[in-house]
Structures are given as structure tokens and as C-alpha cells.
């Protein structure tokens, strides 16, 4: 075969129909050994382009499908009853449901008639920073069995309080109170209208009605009868020792949660004489055949009285056979007496306040509020994400879970984010270990097959009604600070021998693949170009750009200046350590169930040498540690002129970023902050390295970060300080005092002062300061606010951002507590 015309194996087909035929009818035998290699050829190719075809296939499965392993969470639902009802709606101001997938959901809506100015205003139900309260939050909170909460609003004060208590099969019952009460000289006698409502989700296998009072024409407000699956039979009633001045209802059909203060309000009638609205009762929904549905889904009962002014709500589980009487009046204030004095008395045995610093009742206090508006703000969420990876061309839904966690803030962002949540847990373990451990669960559970979590978890169509469309979907590339991982750090310090109990062993060996695998995906989908070095995904440099700087949401930083142009080969140094600490979290972890922590140990000690962390990360010009990218400084946000013939009534264009002189790859060094200090932040560094040195000197100085009230974000000297990154956006982390990294700048400067070296004085003496500077400031703005807010500034030490923030900035108790 070798001597021949090698065009004499070329085998010419061509299509007749769907047959394929040869010019000649009887191929020769090398044609026919053509035709065979042909074929073979058409075989494979069609085979890998099968292949291919199931790779795609497969990929596009991977962002949604679950862990291949068995779920953390063991223990939920009925099986926990202690935590099976409590306050986890934190979006709205109060509100009760239970741990399932489909509870029924109760809370409150209010107003005042007299100062009414349409039918939507002043009508409060959920927690809106525009309803511009004095304040709002829990003073007590014991995160299980009872909460009191104050609410300030104008010249009222509304007490929302509630108590459960165990009994039956179905989680037993609880009681609320809600006591309205005014400044004295202003507001005693005026009229106020509390709703009170339950609602079911169209999912909820179940049935809700008005009892029979309202057949009866009772005094007694209309309350509510109903079967769910999970909570058998149940009634909720209304008692009240102030006199009502007017009461109504309204049994309806919502097709949404979100939409029950809509429902209420569309369906309010108002009377000429004096203005109180009332709602009109049963109402029959009719399907397009004319037929009567069911039942309602939804039921508000409208109580109306003079401040001052009180009523309670009990709810009842007909399955609480021996129940020692109904929990009101006299029973519900010597209960909700009981469990305020346990919380007194638990919260001095874990803060232990008294021995930590100069701090008085008043400090006391606000640290006990503090905590209880963590343990107030925990949530329970069930639902979907919506998700994409590279390999899907639209979004598709992960699969339904349930959610038990913290939130940031009640106001402005009522639902779980990743980051947030490991910061949440540090000073929730301190207080309730098996809780902080049940969160960690329901969040690890959420990992998909490729050991990826999303940043942000919007489950639940009240979650959903907060959150811009543009935030929604969350992309399997992006990741977010393994703060878990210092949770885990946390824990294993200061509960390491309660963690060999069974049950939390067990806990702990259950957490431990999927802690691998995380730690895994983030190693390999974050690395960089060089062996030890990381980068943030999802940078996107956009032309014309309305950027400065293309933001790094995946690290948590948002605005921090990075490389002004984002490539491949940039290295984010505050990544580079949330892996080591990953790695030497995972070492803990595993040595405390007996796995092998040799690998994690082995790559600890590699990311967090020194000599590493200089190479790749540290700036001589600076003398400080910094990202690597391209980059240049000569940036300006500048207005572009209009396109020829366009009409003058129509807007301006929007301003763009414009580059005054070419990048080049450098560290970024003209941005000293809180990126910089990653290495000392997780003590990566030795006790006697220079570069720790270097840190600390520079620490003190009020040119750079240092203020009376906490760390600013970032140096005043750099030229983005303060600075807008888009037209609209103001800074965010350019300057202003965040809690949570304060928290970590305290801790370390704890970590380094309490170890023998030539640093270790300096160290405490700028702990001391720094400590209380943070802790003084959170503690004055809340007095003077109501609330504790999500940043702070850096020139006055006001409150900033959204309020209240009893996320990350509730980690002043733990500063207080010296809990590190």
C-alpha cells in the first residue's frame, strides 16, 4: 500500500437521499479497506461528538445538583420541638412560624387613624428603613423560648413579647403580647389599630377559618381555627384586658406572602364618623365556573382600642391534652419572668462582663440587646436559588431546601448571605453552640456536587420580594470569604472538649467531607497563574466601563480598590489567606475525628510562610502587603459628549471611566487598607517576622487608618479614599469603619500581644486602645440612634448604611467578652 497514489485511497462520496453511494458500484479492495477506515472515521467522530454532547450535558447538571453524600442536617421539624416555633420571619417587625417547609405564618401590622394620610401610609408590617422608626429590635432574645422587643414609633412605644412553652405532639403552644403605650402628654388616649393575621402558602397541605365568634356576634375578637399536617388541629385566639373600641376581620385568598399588607389595605373600609378603618369580613373568592373555593387562606383580625393598650395572641396545639391552663395574664408574666431571669443569668455566665473591662450596667445592657438581636434575626427560609455556571446559556433553579440562619440586617437584607454567616456564628456559638452547629448544617447542606455554595440565598417569595432582579441569580464561578471556617476555629478554641460529645462528634464527621470539598473548590476554582496564588473570580471589566475599578463582589470588599484591569494573572492577597486558613482549619478539624491532616497542615505552612506571602504579595515601595495586577492609578470617571443629533430633552449619557495612562502589571499599593492587612488579620504571620512589624507601627497612625472610633477601610492617603466608583454608587469600603474586620484587627493584635516576642507589648497596648475606641463608638451611636448600624464613619463615627445591622456588628459582645 505504501507504493501507491496515495489519491487512490481517497474515497469520494456523495448524497443520494439518505444513502450514501460511490462513484464506482464495485469499490476495489483498497477501496474498500477506504470505505471501512470511513466509516471508522464517521463512527469515532460521531461518537465524540456524543460524547461531547453528554459532557455539556453533564456540566450543565453539576451547578444543580446536590453533594453526593449524606445530608448534615439530621434533626429538623417536629423532631426538635424546643426550636420548632419561634420569630423566624426577621423581614418583618413581628412575626411567628415554624420550622417547615409550608408553615403557616402569623405576624402584626398596625397603624394609627388619626395620623393616616392615605390608605398605604404608616400602615407598618414589614421592616422598612423608609418607615423611619426611632428604633426597633429585641432586648431579649433567648434564640429558643422567649423574646421582648421595643418599638418606637413618633410619640408610641409598641412591646411585642412571646413565650412558648412545650406540650403535645404538634410543638407545642405559644403566646404573644402586644402592649401599646405613649409619651406622656403626647399621645395617651389616641386610637391605634393592631392586625393580627395567618396565612397559609398555597403548598401548605391545610386549612385555616374565623371561629365561631363571628357567627355569634362575640365581643371577643375573631380568632382562628385550623389543621395543618404538621401541626395537627389548632386555635389561635385573641384576649385583651383593655377596653375595644371596634374589631373586625377579614377571611380572604392571597396568592403570595408578600402581598398580605396589600390584601389588607385594598379590602379597608372607612367610616365618615372617625376614621377607623375596618375590614368586611368572610369573603367568598369565586373561580371562573362560579363556584365557591374551598376556604381562605389568609385571615386578619382587626382590634382597635386607646393607648394605652394591650391584647394577646395565644395559639394553641389541640394535641396539648394536659395543658395547666391558658398562657395569659398573670401565667404569661410570671412565664415571660422565668425565662427573662434565666437570660440574665446565662448571659453573665457566658460574657462574664464584669471581668472584662470597665463596663457597667449600661454596658451590660446594651451588650444583652445586642445579642438578642442576633438571636431575633435568625430566620427560617425554604425555596429555590436560581443558578448558572459557565456552562449554561440561561439561569436554571437549584433544588428546593430549607434554610436556618442569621440574617444582616431585618431591614435590608432579611435572608442568608455566606460570608455574613460565618461572622454571625462566631458570637452564636458563644451563646447557643448546638444552634450555631444546626445553621452550619442547613447552610453546608446546600452545597452542589462541585463543592460550591451560593453567596447569597434567596429562598422564599418573602426573601425574594427584597431583592433586586439583577442580584438574584447567583453564578457557580463566584465565590465568597470561607468565614465557616474561622466559625470552626472558633468552636474547636473554646469548645474543643464539648465537641467530643457524641452527638456534636457526629455533627462534626458529617460536616467534614463537604468542609473538604469546599475547601477543595475554592483551592482549585480561585488559583491563580502561580503555584500558592489565588484570584476572585467574577471581575468584569466592561467597555465603556461606569467603573473605576470593576468590583470584587465574590471577596465580600465590594469597591476595594483593586487592579484597575482585571486579567488572569492578577493575585488577591486576602484570598491567598482565607485558604490558609481554610487549610489549617481543616488540620483541627481533623485531627479531632482522627483523619489524616497531613495535606492540610503541608499547605498551611506553605501559603502562610512568610517568605511566600513577600513574594508574591509584598510592596517595597508601600512597605505593606498588596494585590497584583494591571493596574494604573491614572483613572476619571468623566461625562462622554453627546452623539451628534440627539435630542437635548433627553438625558445625559452616563459618565465613564477614563484611562490617562496605559496599566502595567504592579502591585497595587496605592490602595493601603483592609486588603493589606489580611496576613495579620488571620496571624499568619510569625510572632517576631519584620513584616508584622512593619503592620503595627503603621496601625497607630491617624494618616493612614486609625481613628478614634475603629479602623477605617481604607488609608486617607490613597487617591480612591473616599471616592465614588460609579456616577451613582457612593463608597462602600473606601474608608468607612466596618465591625467585622475590626473585629479581626482586635483579635489578632489579642492573638499577638499574649504570645512572648519582640512585638508583644506593642501589640496589647494597641488592643487596648482599639478595643474600647470600637466598642464606645457602636455602644454612644446606638444610644443616640436606636440602632446598630451597618458601617460606621470614619470622621465622627456615625452610623451609616443600613440600620439596624445586628449581623457581623453584633461582634462588639464578643470584643467586650474578650472572646477571641
Not at 398596625?110 to 400602615?123: A, H
Amino acid at each position: 500500500m505504501g507504493n501507491k497514489d496515495p489519491k487512490s485511497y481517497v474515497v469520494r462520496r456523495v448524497k443520494k437521499h439518505k444513502n450514501i453511494t460511490f462513484e464506482n458500484n464495485e469499490p476495489q479492495p483498497d477501496e474498500k479497506n477506504g470505505y471501512s477506515k470511513l466509516f471508522y472515521l464517521t463512527a469515532v467522530v460521531g461518537l465524540s461528538v456524543a460524547a461531547y454532547a453528554c459532557y455539556l450535558g453533564y456540566c450543565e447538571t453539576r451547578v444543580n445538583t446536590p453533594f453526593n453524600d449524606r445530608k448534615v442536617v439530621q434533626i429538623s421539624g417536629l423532631d426538635d420541638p424546643e426550636t420548632y416555633w419561634g420569630t423566624y420571619r426577621p423581614g418583618v417587625y413581628f412575626g411567628m412560624k415554624t420550622r417547615s417547609p409550608y408553615s403557616p405564618v402569623m405576624g402584626l401590622m398596625w397603624y394609627f387613624p388619626r395620623i393616616m394620610q392615605s390608605q398605604s401610609n404608616n400602615i407598618r408590617h414589614w421592616c422598612e428603613q423608609g418607615d423611619n422608626l426611632g428604633k426597633y429590635g429585641w432586648e431579649e432574645h433567648d434564640g429558643r423560648t422567649f423574646g421582648v422587643q421595643t418599638i418606637k414609633d413618633g410619640h408610641f412605644t409598641l412591646v411585642t413579647s412571646f413565650v412558648k412553652r412545650p406540650g403535645g405532639n404538634h410543638g407545642g403552644d405559644w403566646s404573644g403580647r402586644i402592649a401599646v403605650s405613649a409619651e406622656k402628654n403626647f399621645g395617651v388616649g389616641e386610637i391605634v389599630s393592631l392586625f393580627f393575621y395567618t396565612a397559609l402558602e398555597e403548598k401548605t397541605k391545610g386549612w385555616i377559618s374565623p371561629n365561631d365568634n363571628f357567627e355569634k356576634k362575640s365581643l371577643s375578637p375573631t380568632g382562628v381555627v385550623g389543621w395543618t399536617e404538621q401541626l395537627g388541629d389548632f386555635t389561635l385566639r385573641y384576649f385583651t384586658r383593655s377596653k375595644i373600641v371596634q374589631h373586625s376581620f377579614l377571611a380572604t385568598t392571597v396568592t403570595q406572602l408578600e402581598m398580605l399588607k396589600d390584601a389588607v389595605i385594598s379590602h379597608l373600609r372607612y367610616k365618615r364618623s372617625d376614621s377607623i378603618a375596618t375590614l368586611p369580613g368572610l369573603i367568598q373568592m369565586r373561580t371562573e365556573s362560579g363556584k365557591v373555593e374551598t376556604g381562605p387562606n389568609f385571615i386578619v383580625t382587626e382590634i382597635t382600642g386607646r393607648v394605652p393598650f394591650e391584647i394577646e395572641v395565644v395559639f394553641e396545639s389541640k394535641s396539648y391534652l394536659r395543658r395547666p391552663g391558658t398562657l395569659v395574664g398573670e401565667m404569661y408574666d410570671e412565664e415571660l419572668e422565668k425565662r427573662r431571669e434565666s437570660f440574665h443569668q446565662k448571659f453573665n455566665s457566658v460574657f462574664k462582663l464584669n471581668d472584662h473591662g470597665n463596663w457597667n450596667k449600661t454596658h451590660v445592657k446594651f451588650a444583652e440587646t445586642v445579642l438578642s438581636n442576633v438571636m431575633g434575626s435568625i430566620g427560617y427560609f425554604y425555596g429555590s436559588s436560581r443558578v448558572i455556571s459557565e456552562y449554561n446559556s440561561s439561569p436554571v433553579p437549584y433544588w428546593k431546601a430549607p434554610l436556618f440562619t442569621a440574617v444582616p440586617s431585618r431591614s435590608f437584607f432579611p435572608r442568608g448571605f455566606l460570608w455574613d454567616e460565618g461572622f454571625h456564628g462566631l458570637l452564636i456559638s458563644a451563646w447557643d453552640l448546638d444552634m450555631e452547629l444546626d445553621i452550619m448544617c442547613h447552610w453546608f447542606d446546600l452545597m452542589n456536587v462541585m463543592g460550591w455554595i451560593p453567596r447569597e440565598q434567596i429562598l422564599g417569595s418573602e426573601a425574594l420580594a427584597k431583592v433586586p432582579e439583577e442580584f438574584v441569580v447567583q453564578n457557580s464561578a463566584v465565590a465568597n470569604p470561607p468565614t465557616f471556617f474561622l466559625t470552626i476555629q472558633y468552636i474547636l478554641s473554646n469548645f474543643g472538649e464539648d465537641m467530643l460529645e457524641p452527638k456534636r462528634l457526629a455533627t462534626l464527621e458529617r460536616l467534614y467531607p463537604r468542609l473538604q470539598a469546599w475547601f477543595n473548590w475554592l483551592n482549585t476554582s480561585q488559583a491563580g497563574t502561580l503555584p500558592g496564588t489565588y484570584r476572585w473570580r467574577g471581575r468584569v471589566l466592561l467597555e465603556p466601563s461606569p467603573e473605576i475599578n470593576p468590583k470584587t463582589l465574590a471577596s465580600g470588599l465590594d469597591d476595594f480598590p483593586r487592579a484597575s484591569h482585571p486579567t488572569t494573572s492578577e493575585r488577591h492577597v486576602d484570598l491567598l489567606c482565607w485558604i490558609a486558613l481554610g487549610a489549617a482549619a481543616l488540620a483541627e478539624v481533623a485531627e479531632l475525628i482522627s483523619a489524616n491532616s497531613v495535606k492540610y497542615k503541608s499547605t498551611f505552612e506553605i501559603l502562610s510562610d512568610d517568605a511566600h506571602l513577600a513574594v508574591h504579595h509584598w510592596s517595597d515601595i508601600s512597605d505593606s502587603f498588596a494585590d497584583y495586577g494591571l493596574h494604573t492609578d491614572s483613572l476619571i470617571l468623566k461625562r462622554p459628549p453627546r452623539k451628534p443629533n440627539t435630542s437635548p430633552h433627553l438625558p445625559p449619557p452616563g459618565m465613564i471611566r477614563y484611562v490617562l495612562e496605559a496599566p502595567h502589571y504592579r502591585y497595587v499599593d496605592s490602595a493601603f487598607g483592609y486588603v493589606s492587612l489580611f496576613p495579620f488579620f488571620l496571624q499568619l504571620l510569625e510572632k517576631d517576622s519584620d513584616l508584622l512589624g512593619l503592620i503595627l507601627s503603621k496601625l497607630e497612625r491617624k494618616d493612614l487608618l486609625w481613628t478614634d472610633y475603629g479602623l477605617r477601610s481604607l488609608s486617607t492617603t490613597s487617591p480612591y479614599y473616599m471616592q465614588h466608583n460609579t456616577e451613582h454608587d457612593p463608597p462602600y469600603w473606601r474608608g468607612q469603619i466596618w465591625i467585622n474586620i475590626n473585629y479581626l484587627a482586635v483579635r489578632a493584635l489579642y492573638h499577638y500581644g499574649s504570645l512572648p516576642g519582640p512585638y508583644s507589648e506593642k501589640a496589647k497596648a494597641v488592643y487596648e486602645r482599639l478595643r474600647v475606641n470600637v466598642v464606645n463608638n457602636v455602644m454612644k451611636q446606638y444610644k443616640k440612634t436606636g440602632y446598630i448600624w451597618e458601617q460606621y464613619n470614619d470622621r465622627t463615627g456615625a452610623g451609616m448604611g443600613s440600620r439596624p445591622f445586628t449581623g457581623w456588628s453584633s461582634l462588639v459582645v464578643l470584643m467586650m467578652a474578650e472572646l477571641y
